[in-house]
């Protein structure tokens, strides 16, 4: 399953951190009604069964808006609810082992954040790249920001979809015009908001600006 550039547009990452009155699945479903175009399951320590089962409902939800759906790292859990396919980072399975497992239909996403991890990524199979930290970014303590110089040069150095992730917010969105992405991956820009579809709907507005698509 290869991706349109334009499903990269607006992705959504999930996260319990936030999680209130209404469950993740809720959640999700809001930012799908407000234009969310791709979503990613993350769940760090979640029972196996648990998460397979939240995997489908989530699956079952993305289908019926027709958006991508990928689960962060876990390989087995994607393949087993039936995803579109599987994102990896650079410390999670080799990239062309998951692309081995998942086979060419699925969609393969790989984290990057120099011009080298992203070119091999794309040569190992990789369908996107997810690049970053844009900005400093409470969701991961570990992370290096980088420059907007280098986002630009990662994403002339592939020919597949670039999206940026880390930080993000409408206050600094258009510092990301003209490096090229095609699209913004958010976490806590959405989650950590009260009314979560007036959230993604903002966003969604922000990154069509920024990235100059028609829709």
Same mark, same amino acid.
Not at 73 to 79: L, R
Not at 98 to 124: F, H, P, W, Y
Not at 140 to 149: A, P
């Given at each position: ?65 027709? +958006? ?8 087995? #859990? *994607?393949?087993?609810? /039936? %995803? !579109?396919?599987?994102? =990896? @980072? ?19 996403? +790989? ?8 070119? #091999? *990524?794309?040569?190992? /199979? %990789? !369908?996107?790249?997810? =690049? @970053? ?30 999206? *940026? ?41 922000? *990154? ?8």
């Amino acid at each position: 399953m290869k991706i349109d550039k334009k499903s990269m547009l607006l992705y959504v990452v999930t996260d319990r951190t936030w999680l209130g009155e209404n469950s993740l699945i809720e959640q999700v479903e809001d930012t799908l009604k407000a234009g969310a175009t791709f979503i990613q399951l993350r769940e760090k320590d979640f029972p196996f069964e648990d998460f397979l089962k939240e995997a489908k409902e989530i699956k079952n939800i993305t289908d019926r808006y027709k +958006v991508p759906f990928v689960i962060n790292d876990n390989v087995d #859990i *994607a393949m087993k609810c /039936g %995803a !579109d396919g599987v994102h =990896v @980072g650079q410390g999670d399975m080799n990239a062309k082992n998951a692309r081995n497992i998942i086979g060419e239909d699925k969609i393969l996403g +790989v984290s990057a954040s120099t011009v080298e991890q992203a070119k #091999i *990524a794309e040569e190992n /199979g %990789a !369908d996107y790249i997810g =690049v @970053g930290s844009a900005f400093k970014t409470n969701t991961k303590s570990d992370v290096n920001v980088i420059s907007m110089d280098t986002l630009k040069d990662i994403c002339n150095s592939v020919s597949i979809p670039v999206v *940026a992730i880390g930080g993000i917010n409408e206050e600094n969105i258009f510092n990301l015009k003209n490096t090229d992405i095609d699209g913004i991956c958010v976490i806590s820009a959405i989650f950590s908001k009260e009314n979560i579809y007036d959230a993604t709907k903002k966003l969604y507005d922000l *990154a069509s600006k920024m990235v100059n698509y028609e829709v």
